[in-house]
């Protein structure tokens, strides 16, 4: 059957179940007929009316327009006439892991049509682009930005009907070496603990042939130096992964008929920055600049050179082509998945309209990197911008964001890539899992140097090569603490995030099919070292490595970093818990006899989760015993979500609610803002009400002027755990599964019409319009699996 299509065998399928009462009426031809055209064609018709306008220049670049690709970001703002644009691409990191800007490029027409005239800039989420249109009396001129999706190229397209010439000026701020001070290592690894003078280097930036040349090269001496000796590493520092070392990034701007036209300078906002200017020759009613990116581990700068060259006449080469294949990518991407919440009304703008069209926008967002080497940051993703525009108080260069640039922090990261699996976008999740197995080698190396035992020991704020944070480590330790672990009261014993990846990991076997042979290294390097560790720590203890009914102790263990030097915590044993079954239930051809006999046997020696009273009623407990609560996280929860041990249909549900709504902690703790996750607990309880309110506050307007730059909460703006946290939510309103079950709506308002599409397990897509709280249309794919939704 053709993907996307309405064909009769659907129309005569057997009818949908309903929970507790009759299937769904079907419904007249003239209804059918109407809603045919929203499912003959595979991408939604709604799309289009969540393209963002604005028809008046932007104040500043924090009223800025993301745009981007492949691996690429670009903040883009008109101001003052000009154009400008940030870039970033994954993977710039200095020798502070910082994660640095590309620079700026800010674009000049004259005659300017972007002075006193008629104003439009428009973000179409179709085509990946951004247009900006200026007219001022007869003259009209277009700037068409976008970027390459298959190869680091960015594209700047002038039309004009009248001649114009043209200035495109590459902006740097990093012109000379910058020592940041206090807050403003908050951007790098040294956070709030540097070791004696940090220093931002300078770039390196020409004038090269008839373009810019710019780039960045780590000297010798990196943050990762610092922290392997900080750590007791220092003997094994040659066997472990650096990706600092020798890292060179840059790029080249260039353009048809442009050239050389002289340096600039000035200041934007708290700022200084150098400027090299290109000119048109000649004014053309036509223009074309690209800037081409480059990112390499070389021996010198004269090899990354030669590699730019070969990248800058690979760019001249059918550019007709790779436009066709980005439009193709960007339309199978909005294919894939999509949800469209009162799509009749979007007039009206509703906040519940609102959550649904930013979902695209931050769906929009997370596509940019989707062949990135590194995952999307938590922390703002590619799209950071001036952060006195975020905190009148932190004057810092557009290089700034808060909670590190090459610090990966599991808890935030793992909230933007959840979503992902419903939305069928199998290929944004291997930068998050291909991060994991680089580091691999270094997280087992801590285990056998610190504790002479096997397993990946993976903590919470993990440096890209795979070591502690070194102030989150802590450099005023007690000199006989235990060199594995931080001395930090929030992140001591926290490891065990990392089950949640190697859960995403093993979904997309049940999702899509992939051959996930390659990821079981490291599931189980990642269980050993709790089977391993534990026992390690029960024998320093006394006689015995488990306790008396065979089960391992897990303590001292964190419940997130809230419940602390915890007793069996619940987030871990139900983590453990969950991915042990899930390698179980993979097809036999994955693991051997003996593979499966351990991972039973590991099985066996998980405790069972802690339950205690609240308010005279069961609910799950965070952990057996705690010492202290040091956050406002609910791990209580975990087993709703991210473990799906309880939820809707599934046993113990009463209990699960219970936690939820008497819990006090849970109740204290319940927000709404970042990281928080009480819109996903509710809708994977069935809490409709509580679903429907939490989400929406989440995904509605953010309050800037692009509606899905939220935060910064927690974090950072633009706040993508923030975003992220609402995308789960709303899919677990729309779509929940439970072994080959499909539950269609369990936490779904009805007043709410809806068109969706979602991925569940088993290579199973689910698409449907909602309207007035009846299902009018349903296609599942493959349509076998019709006969397993269930409507609530």
């Not at 953010?702 to 939510?729: E, L, T």
Request: aromatic share 12%; charged share 20%; proline share 6%.
């Amino acid at each position: 059957m053709e993907r996307g299509s309405l064909t009769q065998a659907s129309l005569n399928s057997p009818p949908i179940h309903r929970r507790g009462g009759r299937g769904v009426r079907r419904h007249g031809w003239a209804i059918l007929l109407f809603l045919f055209p929203l499912l003959s064609h595979a991408q939604s018709p709604e799309l289009a009316t969540n393209n963002v306008t604005w028809t008046s220049p932007s104040k500043n670049a924090g009223e800025s327009m993301p745009c981007g690709g492949g691996d690429i970001g670009l903040n883009v703002w008109a101001e003052n006439g000009d154009v400008l644009f940030y870039i970033a691409r994954s993977g710039t990191f200095d020798e502070n892991n910082s994660l640095l800007k590309l620079g700026r490029v800010r674009l000049h027409l004259s005659p300017n049509p972007f002075e006193k005239g008629i104003f439009k800039q428009g973000l179409t989420l179709q085509t990946g682009d951004v247009t900006l249109t200026g007219t001022v009396g007869k003259a009209t001129a277009q700037v068409h930005i976008w970027a390459e999706v298959f190869k680091p190229i960015i594209h700047v397209e002038i039309s004009s009907n009248e001649k114009l010439t043209a200035e495109a000026t590459y902006e740097s701020w990093r012109f000379a070496d910058r020592r940041p001070k206090g807050k403003e290592n908050n951007q790098n690894s040294y956070k709030w603990a540097p070791q004696g003078e940090v220093v931002t280097r300078r770039d390196s930036i020409a004038f090269r042939g008839q373009g810019v040349e710019f780039f960045h090269q780590n000297h010798s001496q990196t943050v990762f130096d610092v922290v392997a000796m900080q750590q007791g590493l220092d003997g094994i520092k040659a066997q472990l992964y650096n990706p600092l070392a020798g890292l060179i990034f840059g790029g080249a701007l260039q353009g048809r008929n442009m050239q050389p036209a002289g340096t600039t300078s000035g200041q934007y906002l708290n700022t200084p920055y150098t400027g090299w200017k290109l000119k048109s020759r000649a004014p053309a009613r036509a223009h074309a600049l690209n800037v081409v990116l480059h990112t390499t581990s070389a021996a010198s700068a004269q090899q990354w050179q030669q590699q730019l060259q070969q990248s800058l006449t690979a760019a001249q080469q059918n550019p007709k082509a790779a436009r066709q294949r980005t439009l193709a990518w960007w339309r199978n991407y909005w294919q894939r998945s999509f949800v469209h919440i009162q799509p009749d009304k979007a007039a009206a703008n509703a906040p519940e309209w609102q959550a649904g069209r930013n979902y695209q926008l931050l769906r929009y967002m997370l596509g940019c990197n989707a062949f990135g080497q590194w995952p999307t940051k938590f922390n703002g993703g590619l799209f950071t911008y001036d952060p006195v525009l975020t905190d009148s108080t932190l004057k810092f260069t557009p290089d700034f964001r808060n909670w590190g640039g090459g610090t990966h922090t599991a808890q935030n990261q793992r909230l933007v890539y959840w979503p992902m699996l419903k939305n069928g976008d199998f290929e944004l999740l291997k930068p998050q899992f291909d991060f994991y197995l680089r580091l691999l080698r270094n997280a087992e190396l801590r285990s056998q140097t610190y504790w002479r035992h096997p397993g990946a020991c993976f903590t919470e704020q993990l440096e890209n090569f795979g070591l502690p944070n070194p102030a989150e480590y802590n450099w005023k330790r007690p000199t006989a603490f235990d060199k594995g672990l931080e001395y930090n009261a929030w992140l001591e014993y926290e490891w065990d995030t990392v089950l949640e990846f190697c859960l995403m990991m093993l979904e997309t076997e049940r999702y899509a099919g992939r051959d996930v042979a390659a990821y079981l290294p490291f599931v189980e390097s990642c269980l050993t070292f709790f089977d391993e560790h534990y026992q390690y720590l029960a024998r320093q203890r006394g006689a015995k490595a488990l306790d008396g009914a065979g089960h391992l102790v897990l303590y001292p263990g964190s419940g997130a970093e809230t419940y602390k030097m915890a007793y069996n915590s619940t987030s871990t044993i139900a983590g453990l818990r969950t991915v042990l079954m899930r390698l179980l239930a993979l097809p036999p051809r994955y693991g051997t006899p003996a593979q499966r006999q351990k991972w039973t046997t590991m099985l066996g020696r998980i405790p069972a989760i802690s339950f205690r009273e609240s308010q005279g009623r069961p609910t799950i407990a965070p952990a057996k015993s705690w010492e202290r609560i040091n956050n406002t996280e609910s791990p209580q929860l975990y087993p709703v979500f991210p473990w799906a041990l309880y939820g809707v249909g599934k046993p113990g549900l009463d209990t699960a609610r219970n936690t939820y709504l008497y819990d006090a902690d849970v109740q204290k703790f319940r927000s709404h803002v970042g990281w928080k996750q009480h819109n996903i607990f509710a809708a994977r309880l069935g809490l409709t009400d509580e679903a429907a309110e939490l989400t929406v506050k989440k995904l509605q307007d953010s309050g800037r002027r692009f509606p899905a730059f939220w935060g910064p909460g927690y974090d950072w703006a633009p706040d993508h755990n923030w975003g992220g946290s609402g995308m789960i939510g709303l899919q677990e309103m729309l779509l929940q599964t439970d072994g080959r079950k499909i539950i269609l709506l369990p936490a779904w308002p009805k007043t709410w019409d809806v068109h969706f599409k979602l991925h569940a397990p088993y290579q199973t897509t689910v698409e449907a319009v909602v309207k007035d709280g009846k299902v009018q249309v349903l296609k599942v794919l493959p349509e076998a699996r019709r006969k397993d939704v269930v409507v609530m």
